[in-house]
């Protein structure tokens, strides 16, 4: 059963492999592959509703950037603009998605972090394993593969923050433009987290969207071409600022429990849904939820304004998806004034402590795990209403239950 929320605009994640070609799809576009040692040099338009005038419902162009200077020297772009909704992938930093507008409504935040970073420029060990912080900016972006969360030692080794598949230029793009109506786009990847001895993974991605409609759909794939048993984590960080973040803005979803991630947040536990303004020195404030479920497994949460009639909504399965991270970051604009709305597998502990609470799931040898995420921009009071009934239903007569203690061994402190 799908929910209201995927009438407005929604991002849902879905994946396949470059090399196949779905129902009513002509053959890819081939953007760039390691297999083939192929890379389209010139910038410009890919793909575009003038070049294929049958399938113009709408106006629409895919186009290919290559950034010059500085930290972004080299990061490959690729814009979408479907008519009526813009956003960017970059294969160079994991198909990480930048930035979305849905006409005067944005989808991001402002990240003191102006360039997109190329990888190379980017040392995940700096400042004790924050390294990742250098690059981060983007409205969507996986923390993984084979860990996630705080850095810190696990049995001897040590994990820098949030993973490496956010920073890992991806091995094989490519576009299709379907030949059937409704002629959807396509933006493929595959990303590869690989380490001899330690892990053997490819992550299938691909970002689609219909030309007029008002959204982007994803779908991840994550596969353990291992012969042994692996452990991965995942964690979609996806972030939020103005023109939706502000004074009085509020935080809805149906939940299950929250706790605290350490006693500063336990602070403000009794508020935790609701937000401040720019803040001098507010630092971070991090809460732990499990959310109710309907029917079919999906629970939806949702960021609005003060005024109720702008917002973002979330939609996920809690099968592969069962956690959820609210990372509040209300410091000045000009530090970084951000939420993160965090469907994982876990929380944002370091793996060795995630470990110990039976949040580290495994995945068997040739093995796959398919996350399936959708996104929604409110654009109207009317928008923001039905989603908070959608979210009333799921709740239904569940009473939130507010865990003071955070969900980790007392002796260990993250």
């Not at 129902?23 to 760039?32: G, K, T």
């Not at 979609?236 to 299950?256: D, S, W």
């Not at 401040?276 to 109710?292: H, I, M």
Request: hydrophobic fraction near 35%; charge should be negative.
């Amino acid at each position: 059963m799908k929910s209201s929320i995927l009438n407005v605009v929604t991002i849902t994640l879905v994946v396949a492999s470059v090399a196949v070609n779905p129902l009513n799809a002509q053959e890819p576009i081939l953007i760039s592959s390691t297999s083939k040692n192929f890379r389209i040099e010139e910038d410009g338009v890919i793909s575009s509703s003038e070049r294929f005038p049958d399938r113009a419902t709408a106006p629409w162009s895919i186009t290919r950037e290559t950034l010059v200077g500085g930290m972004q020297d080299g990061v490959e772009l690729i814009h979408v603009d479907n008519g009526k909704l813009k956003f960017t992938v970059i294969p160079t930093r994991g198909m990480s998605v930048r930035e979305i507008q849905c006409g005067d409504l944005r989808l991001g935040w402002n990240s003191p972090v102006k360039q997109i970073v190329h990888p190379s420029n980017i040392d995940l060990n700096d400042h004790g394993g924050l390294g990742w912080l250098t690059g981060f900016n983007e409205t969507m972006v996986r923390c993984g593969v084979s860990f996630a969360g705080h850095p810190g030692e696990d049995n001897g080794k040590m994990l820098t923050l949030h993973g490496r598949i956010g920073n890992t230029p991806a091995a094989e793009v490519s576009v299709v433009v379907e030949d059937k109506a409704p002629y959807r786009i396509r933006i493929r990847g595959k990303v590869e987290e690989r380490m001899f001895k330690f892990g053997v993974f490819d992550l299938w991605t691909e970002v689609s969207t219909i030309p007029g409609s008002a959204s982007i759909q994803f779908d991840d794939r994550l596969v353990n071409n291992s012969k042994y048993e692996q452990e991965y984590q995942m964690i979609y960080h996806t972030n939020f600022g103005t023109p939706i973040l502000e004074k009085a803005a509020a935080f809805v979803a149906p939940v299950k429990t929250v706790a605290p991630f350490d006693e500063y947040a336990a602070q403000d536990l009794g508020s935790y849904q609701a937000y401040q303004g720019p803040t001098n020195n507010f630092g971070e404030q991090v809460y732990c939820l499990t959310l109710n479920a309907d029917d079919a497994g999906m629970t939806t949460a949702m960021l609005h304004n003060s005024a109720a009639d702008k917002g973002v909504a979330m939609q996920w399965s809690v099968e592969s998806l069962p956690f959820f991270t609210l990372w509040k970051n209300t410091d000045t604009e000009s530090d970084g004034y951000v939420t993160g709305l965090e469907p994982g597998t876990g929380f944002p502990y370091n793996r060795s402590i995630e470990r110990t609470q039976n949040r580290v799931p495994k995945l068997a040898a040739n093995g796959e795990v398919h996350f399936h995420l959708t996104v929604a921009a409110l654009e109207s009071a009317a928008a923001v209403a039905e989603t908070t009934q959608t979210i009333q239903k799921i709740q239904g007569s569940i009473t939130q239950k507010i865990l003071t203690t955070p969900p980790r061994p007392k002796e260990l402190k993250q």
